[in-house]
């Protein structure tokens, strides 16, 4: 009567179980366990020994090998959740800037969560982690650029991979939160961000270049280069920019970044050297240009961006105020308290100053050592109202 060895899902202990029957109960706990012998049905297949494989492979990053033996296993068994993980997990990092997998994680995560035999709430936050973490993995392959061959075609595929990142991204991370109460997909979309920005600045620094150039090199095609590239570096500056989110600060740096990149656009050209009919002297003079219609759509641009730029400033102070108004609500007692002792910090520091100014000796020396605590106690009370939106807000 053979014996197979599984392990208990309650305590973790190593049980012994006959290979004959389903079920059995653990030596340990006393838990009922429920067992499906792996080579049973399996095509002569060791799944056992498969997921093993395809586990080692995941941990050496062999991709490739870990979704051909996460296959394997799944062809004949296809409720295995970890072989659905393990798919998910591969397949995210074989993504390409040419071919973003996300959408096969999405799909084999959820599969794994339906067949998991853990608690499905807990497996999906665990799951999520992970989700998250390879969407950032693949946001760091594809915004890895080589700035002296990047063209436009490069730009509109980098931005189009990102935008079918950010889709799914949302589908299966959506309201779910980190331990921080932040939003996991807003992890998402600002790393997405940083790296667009980051990406764009590295682009657009290498085509300005050709602005340094003396006029006598500044040649239509370097200068067609020129703005084809900063046309590549605005695209990823206003996707990062569409996805920074609530931050703030990083959002107005791109802004203004975006501004200058117009400018400079406006005002650059190719020269041509040319005699001068009056002088008979020749000279370098500027000779194409961006259309009309072009210059008037950036200058029309850049005022929208100064505009974002007021917004975001507002819209810092909005949500500064009204997490100062949530972290009142959850202090309350505390909050009460600090403004209570702030009101009387304050109307001591008024009777000290109302004491007469011709004090001498003692007297004197009393006053100023009320003011000096008094003056100690209130800014230490102004330090623990901050987190509530400091002095200013008390009223």
Known sequence: MPFINVKCESCGGDVQLDDALKQGFCMYCGSKIVFVNEQTNTGGKDLTNLLILAKTAYNNANYEETLRYANEILEVKLDNYEAWELKGKASGHLSTIDNIRIKETTFAFEKAIENSPKNKNEYRVELAETYKELCNAVIDKCTNVDTN???????????SAMALLATEADNFLGTMKNTNDEPLNSEVLIHMSSKLYT???????????????????????????YINKSNSARAMLLVAIDHYQTDFDNKTIALKELIDINSDMIYSGSYEYKINRKTKEGEYVKDKTLPHAEMSAL??????????????????????????????????AEYERLVAEHKAINAELDEISDMPGFLIGDKAKKKK???????????????????????????
């Open 149 to 159: 061959n990047w063209t436009t075609q490069s730009s509109e595929k980098l931005t």
């Open 199 to 225: 990406a764009g600045v590295s682009i657009y620094n290498n085509a300005k270049g050709f602005l340094r150039l003396p006029d006598s090199q500044k040649t239509g095609i370097l200068w067609q280069e």
């Open 299 to 332: 200058v029309s641009e850049n005022k929208e961006l100064r505009a974002q730029i007021k917004q975001v400033d507002y819209d810092k102070v909005d949500l500064a105020n009204q997490n100062f108004q949530k972290y009142r609500e959850e202090h309350a």
């Open 369 to 395: 050592e009320l003011k000096k605590d008094a003056e100690r106690r209130f800014d230490a009370i102004r330090e623990l109202l901050k987190p509530f939106g400091g002095v200013r807000r008390l009223d």
